[in-house]
């Protein structure tokens, strides 16, 4: 089965955009590496601003008629032609397919207050075309939105990116529970918290490496550290080009981290479906 991988926190600013348009970029690249039987990774934005949508495609326009809102407002027979007609192909590689987002989902939530079976519609249209990708990588709003929780119970795996600084890390727990709570309630039993992403990590500042320290020693939460990201001036000047990091610069810090991150979370999906 194919690994649906959602990014995810409640707080804004923490480079979470960033994680999911590298990885899923970088998934594509290893895919392809190692020869893959499936080597497309969808990417899918249901952030409003639509970072994730510009900087890998070149737009920031996308409306009614061609966008995840389109999927989202679809009669549910069709919903799943209608997801296919809306994916673009990135401009960064051709194996890396986007599900834009737009505008108009600001106003979706209200929209669908009191629609029928509304928090599954993003994940019943994409298991019908799942078949299609190796993985899919879903970037969400900072908050716990209608839209949040829409993205969750597509996925199979939630990712949780965090500054080293207190007032994130106090947050972290709340934040998992959030995603058991959304897991227990709704029963979807597939959906685990597969770990963290620490971001914007410089190792010149103490308290970055003083929380992390602590981080990394606790008893359940140190296990569930997936990568560490450095501070990167790179990452900047990529958005600003429309890159990714390792396009922008293969070998700064922050490409490296994003591969380290990468390679791992390839070797889940291959030991997961070898399982």
Known sequence: ?????????HKGGIGKSTSATNVA?????????????K??????????????????????????????????MAERQEAASVMLDCITVSHWDDNLHVLPASPLLEGAERELIGVPGAPYRLANP??????????????????????????????TDALIPIEPRYLESVGLQSVINKINDIR????????????????KMDKRVRGHVELLQSLQ???????????VIPVN???AYAHHAH?????????????????????????????????
Not at 184 to 199: C, D, F, M
């Open 39 to 72: 080597q497309r990774v969808l990417l899918i934005d249901t952030d409003s601003q639509g970072h994730a949508s510009l900087v890998t495609t070149g737009r920031a326009t996308y409306g009614r008629d061609e966008s995840l809102y389109t999927v989202l």
């Open 184 to 199: 227990e309630g709704w029963r979807h039993q597939a959906l685990q918290v597969n770990g963290i992403i620490v971001t």
């Open 25 to 37: 970029f970088g998934l594509t690249q290893v895919l392809r590496q190692i020869d893959a039987p």
């Open 243 to 275: 890159l990714s990091v390792f396009e922008y610069d293969a070998r700064c810090a922050a490409s490296q981290a994003y591969a380290e991150l990468v390679g791992e979370l390839v070797k889940q999906m291959f030991a997961k479906a070898g399982a």
């Open 1 to 9: 089965m194919s690994r649906i991988f959602v990014m995810t926190n």
């Open 126 to 155: 994409l298991q019908q075309i799942i078949h299609n990708y190796a993985a899919v990588v879903i970037d969400t709003r900072p908050s716990f939105s209608l839209m949040t929780e829409t993205a969750l119970l597509a996925a």
């Open 233 to 235: 001036e790179a990452v």
């Open 217 to 227: 020693e606790h008893q359940v939460l140190g296990q569930l550290i997936r990568g």
